[in-house]
């Protein structure tokens, strides 16, 4: 039953904007951002020629001369749309179905899961550009605060609410590694859904990500290396091969083929998708018993986590000066983790079994509780600087 009104609740919220995929929020201007220091491309891609409420724009005359191919294709870009805006609702779709028959997902293993991950930040690397990280430079303290907030405040958190709730030393582990992870790819998607800061967003996505070649290894071994067996080297190893290299690879991509780039942008939000999907459906069918038999004991601390981390990542700055656009856009980023790469972390160089666990049910809290923030703010109009609420907002 509770189920069932999750998925209700998720459609309806969900199914009032066709929001574009990650890959379009980078040329999609926001309008409701002011003195961004990141300003976004105003360039509208034909199949993506949105408004930011989610209706389409009228038609060009020209686009009525277009052939059935070029039809096709803009149906197409609107089903992908539609697919990747109603992530969370496959989430839960995904989750529930490998719980019921975790055998459905024996065929996915850990070298399928390690690509579909890499696939995943091969995405992230064909849309970045050097100037993205030169960008950073231009206005750091923001995205240096939610670097702190992703690699001091939640491992502090998670193991906190871990100790708070009993958890066994191996799940206390798994916790930790929750939240000694980077920000996860999802986050770019709710940010433009909340009308946060979408380059902003991507920024701190990646700083993240890179940080996590040396944070998440450090973190593990100086906090859980006394408590679990801890292969900090191999999680430096598995970092760079998952997340450096994909990455580096689109990057390079991006510069030296931008015409390739581009071709093979428009297929990679369905290839997102269905990567995460599998990647949740995998990890939680690997571990569906102990998810169950753990009970609220693990689920309570798991959703705190993302849920107090986004609380403190939205009033921390509000706190100390910044504005509504980036406070939205860094407690989303706080409250969402690249939770799928935790659980490939724990198989690989934990020695404990149920270590894995908690990963796996972050994975789904994380996409729920990052998408319900998205959506109730998305529906709270953002105020200029007069106070005022711009027209449309």
Same mark, same amino acid.
């Given at each position: 039953?509770?189920?069932?009104?999750?998925? !209700? #609740? +998720? /459609? &309806? *919220?969900? $199914?009032?904007? %066709?929001? @574009?995929?990650?890959?379009?929020?980078?040329?999609?201007?926001?309008?409701?951002?002011?003195?961004?220091?990141?300003?976004?491309?105003?360039?509208?891609?034909?199949?993506?020629?949105?408004?930011?409420?989610?209706?389409?724009?009228?038609?060009?005359?020209?686009?009525?001369?277009?052939?059935?191919?070029?039809?096709?294709?803009?149906?197409?870009?609107?089903?992908?749309?539609?697919?990747?805006?109603?992530?969370?609702?496959?989430?839960?779709?995904?989750?529930?179905?490998?719980?019921?028959?975790?055998?459905?997902?024996?065929?996915?293993?850990?070298?399928?899961?390690?690509?579909?991950? !890499? #696939? +995943? /930040? &091969? *995405?992230? $690397?064909?849309? %970045?550009? @050097?100037?993205?990280?030169?960008?950073?430079?231009?206005?750091?303290?923001?995205?240096?605060?939610?670097?702190?907030?992703?690699?001091?405040?939640?491992?502090?958190?998670?193991?906190?609410?871990?100790?708070?709730?009993?958890?066994?030393?191996?799940?206390?582990?798994?916790?930790?590694?929750?939240?000694?992870?980077?920000?996860?790819?999802?986050?770019?998607?709710?940010?433009?859904?909340?009308?946060?800061?979408?380059?902003?967003?991507?920024?701190?996505?990646?700083?993240?990500?890179?940080?996590?070649?040396?944070?998440?290894?450090?973190?593990?071994?100086?906090?859980?290396?006394?408590?679990?067996?801890?292969?900090?080297?191999?999680?430096?190893?598995?970092?760079?091969?998952?997340?450096?290299?994909?990455?580096?690879?689109?990057?390079?991509?991006?510069?030296?083929?931008?015409?390739?780039?581009?071709?093979?942008?428009?297929?990679?939000?369905?290839?997102?998708?269905?990567?995460?999907?599998?990647?949740?459906?995998?990890?939680?069918?690997?571990?569906?018993?102990?998810?169950?038999?753990?009970?609220?004991?693990?689920?309570?601390?798991?959703?705190?986590?993302?849920?107090?981390?986004?609380?403190?990542?939205?009033?921390?700055?509000?706190?100390?000066?910044?504005?509504?656009?980036?406070?939205?856009?860094?407690?989303?980023?706080?409250?969402?983790?690249?939770?799928?790469?935790?659980?490939?972390?724990?198989?690989?160089?934990?020695?404990?079994?149920?270590?894995?666990?908690?990963?796996?049910?972050?994975?789904?809290?994380?996409?729920?509780?990052?998408?319900?923030?998205?959506?109730?703010?998305?529906?709270?109009?953002?105020?200029?600087?007069?106070?005022?609420?711009?027209?449309?907002?």
């Amino acid at each position: 039953m509770r189920i069932s009104l999750v998925v !209700a #609740a +998720l /459609m &309806l *919220s969900f $199914g009032e904007a %066709l929001v @574009p995929s990650f890959h379009s929020l980078r040329t999609i201007v926001n309008p409701t951002v002011s003195k961004s220091p990141f300003p976004i491309s105003t360039t509208y891609p034909s199949e993506l020629r949105m408004t930011d409420a989610g209706a389409a724009v009228e038609p060009a005359p020209d686009e009525e001369k277009k052939g059935f191919g070029a039809k096709l294709f803009d149906a197409y870009s609107r089903t992908a749309n539609v697919a990747t805006t109603l992530f969370p609702l496959w989430t839960v779709i995904f989750t529930v179905w490998a719980l019921k028959a975790p055998s459905d997902f024996a065929w996915f293993t850990t070298e399928y899961f390690t690509a579909g991950l !890499a #696939a +995943l /930040m &091969l *995405s992230m $690397g064909i849309t %970045l550009t @050097p100037k993205d990280f030169a960008d950073v430079a231009k206005e750091p303290k923001s995205v240096f605060m939610q670097f702190l907030l992703c690699y001091g405040m939640m491992p502090v958190l998670a193991c906190a609410l871990g100790k708070m709730c009993g958890l066994n030393t191996s799940l206390l582990a798994g916790m930790v590694l929750v939240g000694s992870i980077n920000g996860g790819q999802a986050s770019n998607l709710c940010t433009y859904i909340a009308r946060g800061n979408v380059a902003l967003s991507v920024l701190m996505t990646t700083a993240t990500t890179v940080g996590a070649i040396f944070m998440t290894p450090l973190i593990c071994k100086a906090v859980l290396g006394t408590v679990v067996p801890v292969d900090a080297l191999g999680i430096a190893r598995s970092t760079l091969q998952v997340v450096l290299a994909p990455i580096a690879l689109g990057m390079t991509a991006n510069q030296f083929f931008p015409k390739f780039v581009k071709a093979i942008l428009p297929i990679t939000p369905v290839v997102g998708v269905l990567s995460t999907c599998l990647l949740v459906a995998s990890a939680v069918a690997q571990v569906a018993d102990p998810i169950i038999n753990a009970g609220l004991a693990l689920q309570i601390p798991v959703f705190l986590l993302h849920a107090v981390g986004g609380i403190v990542g939205y009033w921390l700055p509000r706190l100390t000066g910044y504005d509504e656009v980036t406070s939205r856009t860094m407690a989303i980023e706080t409250s969402m983790k690249s939770s799928a790469f935790g659980f490939l972390l724990a198989k690989l160089h934990f020695g404990e079994y149920a270590a894995r666990v908690p990963s796996a049910v972050s994975v789904v809290w994380m996409a729920l509780t990052g998408s319900m923030l998205a959506v109730i703010w998305r529906y709270i109009p953002i105020k200029d600087e007069n106070g005022d609420i711009p027209a449309g907002k």
